[in-house]
């Protein structure tokens, strides 16, 4: 107890140097715990689950053109043949990530959304989830059922309960009503996941089903604890080659689901840099200021040399002393940290807004304290060990004949000063390099023309979508607006990638093409220039036209591309090349520019085909083009 009235007696005396040392730790604390909160969501993506480690998505290694390519979409018969005939899948089912529902209907209402997927009914038995209602066994009795999330069953039924009320859902591509049985009600799964969800359909009813044609599903496999990985790859292997060998696969991989966050289809740590970079910024933070406070307590060395020196006079022994200044550092880490905490209360509301988190503050919330303990053990023992150690070692008599108050030079303060220099220094040119690098982005050629460009995703607003023509005639009446075009996804994300034959193709070449439906003025809406042939006529005819990028046709190995036919095999589909675009960026600029083809989508023949409006506003208008695109 009296060693506590000294230590706040002697924090009160030194208020000015309590109160810096204070700020600087809590300040470091703060952006160290939200950069701590960040990190360990980031690496617990889809953890939650009791058996992730055994979860694994499969993908495949294919060959385009003698160029290697990782995907991670495969067919749905991936998931039968790891269920039916490969020893150590336990279980395995296949995923439609964006399954094609514009809505769904109750009682008169519509619930829009973007968030419904296909998948096996064995998917409770890959990703375990907790059922409100309704059981794993009777999940999908039949074809026609749905089950739900908590939150989409609240916002349709309310507080009435959910399981076995019939929903009406609308197919967005321009198929009938179909009505559809709630079969369970799950809860919400977190966010941190790489499956979002509202809605769980059931596609025993695809013409996909266990094919081997189209590959466009998630395909994941539930292995046995001792399972061997090589094996499994080689027989899923042998039977897709064995059932269907059209299209070319050098191999199949199991991607861990708990890596898909941080890795890339062929295993390149995409997320890994950035958390390697916030975390040496967090703790690179936490040392200059814990430095800080090394400083500013020696740089105090002639007052409290001499009150130390006293102490050892009156007989006060070495540990006591360490105690007293160690006691000193830990109560002021305690106040930095409880008043840290109080502002990361303040700041997570915007720390959410920003980072597109979901954390809460809770005083239960194991991360929180777990975050706090560790930092607070770090800053304790590495600000308060050398100044109590100095401190209690010095010569009682020496200090007090000393004409300088026992004022000494200290080396490692010299060093500890150079060393902040030179961390700041690092952290300032970090700074500028990221801000050059977010400049490179922002101020990148992509091949198009993004400005006073628009994008109006209207999947789930099938109004807009079966009105395209009128929506787009009224659009383009207004003065503000220069330019209406649309497709059948966003620019950001085009197209589905499927197997092409074309004319002139040897037995040897195979090749995935990114294809994308268009309206026919979308290029010159968005100044895409086709480097040769006329592109789409404005006649009938374009429904048999299609475009081509310059990588398509290099990749095809065509000299004169104009004229020559193209065909989709998977849907019997067949075009005449109208036209050949320069290449641009339509996926992540760190991803080489792939082929693709781009087809006319007649939205008289097909009123459910676009799904994104692409609006181009005259300069200096976009405040009144907003207006009117509201009013319309």
């Not at 039924?157 to 591509?173: D, H, I, R, V, W």
């Not at 070692?393 to 060093?415: A, H, I, T, Y």
């Not at 109208?578 to 792939?594: M, N, P, R, Y």
Request: charged share 20%; aromatic share 12%; with cysteine.
């Amino acid at each position: 107890m009296k060693t506590m009235k000294i230590i706040f007696r002697n924090l009160y005396r030194n208020g000015f140097y309590s109160v810096i040392n204070i700020a600087g730790l809590a300040v470091s604390l703060v952006t160290c715990m939200l950069i701590a909160f960040w990190i360990q969501d980031e690496m617990s993506y889809d953890a939650f689950y009791k058996r992730a480690n055994d979860i694994y998505l499969v993908t495949t290694l294919r060959e385009n053109e003698g160029e290697a390519s990782f995907w991670q979409s495969t067919p749905t018969a991936v998931s039968r043949v790891g269920r039916e005939e490969i020893p150590g899948v336990e279980s395995a089912c296949s995923i439609n990530m964006n399954y094609d529902l514009g809505y769904v209907e109750y009682e008169g209402s519509k619930f829009f959304g973007d968030r419904y997927i296909a998948a096996d009914t064995t998917f409770f038995r890959v990703f375990d989830s907790e059922f409100i209602e309704g059981d794993i066994d009777h999940a999908w009795p039949d074809p026609y059922s749905v089950v739900l999330t908590q939150s989409m069953a609240k916002k349709i039924f309310g507080n009435e309960p959910a399981l076995g009320k019939t929903l009406k859902g609308s197919n967005g591509s321009g198929g009938t009503d179909e009505m559809y049985s709630v079969s369970a009600v799950i809860a919400d799964q977190p966010k941190n996941s790489y499956l979002e969800y509202d809605a769980i359909f059931s596609f025993e009813r695809s013409r996909f089903k266990n094919s081997w044609m189209n590959w466009s599903w998630r395909s994941f496999y539930l292995l046995q604890p001792d399972a061997n990985q090589q094996a499994i790859i080689q027989q899923l292997l042998e039977a897709q080659q064995k059932a269907f060998d059209k299209i070319r696969i050098k191999s199949f991989h199991l991607q861990p689901l708990t890596d898909l966050r941080m890795h890339s289809a062929d295993g390149k740590e995409t997320g890994m840099a950035s958390i390697r970079l916030f975390a040496v910024v967090g703790i690179g933070l936490l040392i200059i200021a814990c430095i800080n406070y090394v400083n500013l307590t020696t740089a105090r060395a002639n007052k409290r040399n001499k009150e130390i020196g006293i102490k050892k006079i009156l007989g006060a022994k070495k540990f006591r002393l360490i105690s007293q200044l160690m006691g000193e550092t830990l109560v002021l880490c305690f106040v930095a940290l409880i008043l840290a905490l109080f502002l990361v209360f303040l700041l997570i509301p915007y720390y959410n807004y920003i980072t597109g988190k979901d954390f809460i503050f809770r005083p239960d919330n194991p991360v929180i304290w777990g975050t706090c303990s560790w930092m607070f053990l770090f800053v304790v023992l590495l600000s308060g060990i050398y100044p109590a150690l100095r401190f209690s070692s010095f010569q009682p008599l020496q200090v007090l004949k000393s004409q300088n108050g026992g004022k000494s030079k200290s080396l490692l303060r010299k060093l500890l000063v150079i060393f902040q220099f030179m961390a700041v220094s690092a952290f300032i040119v970090s700074a500028i390099v990221i801000n050059s690098q977010l400049h490179y982005i922002q101020n990148k050629q992509l091949g198009f023309d993004r400005e006073q460009m628009i994008e109006m995703n209207i999947f789930t607003n099938l109004d807009i979508r079966s009105h395209y023509e009128t929506f787009k005639a009224e659009l383009e009446r207004e003065p503000s607006i220069a330019g209406v075009s649309a497709s059948e996804g966003s620019i950001l994300y085009a197209g589905k990638w499927e197997r092409i034959d074309w004319e002139g193709k040897t037995t040897d070449r195979e090749l995935m093409t990114s294809i994308w439906g268009i309206d026919r003025n979308l290029c010159s809406l968005m100044d895409m220039h086709v480097a040769a042939g006329s592109g789409f006529n404005g006649t009938p005819g374009d429904n048999l036209l299609c475009l081509v990028n310059e990588t398509a046709v290099r990749q095809m190995g065509l000299q004169d591309p104009v004229g020559k036919r193209i065909s989709i095999p998977l849907i019997n589909a067949h075009y005449t090349i109208a036209g050949v675009v320069k290449d641009f960026h339509f996926e992540s600029l760190d991803t080489e520019i792939g082929p693709m083809m781009l087809i006319f989508t007649d939205p008289s023949t097909n009123r459910y085909g676009f799904s994104t409006i692409y609006i181009k506003t005259q300069k200096g208008k976009t405040h009144e083009a907003i207006a009117s695109i509201e009013k319309t």
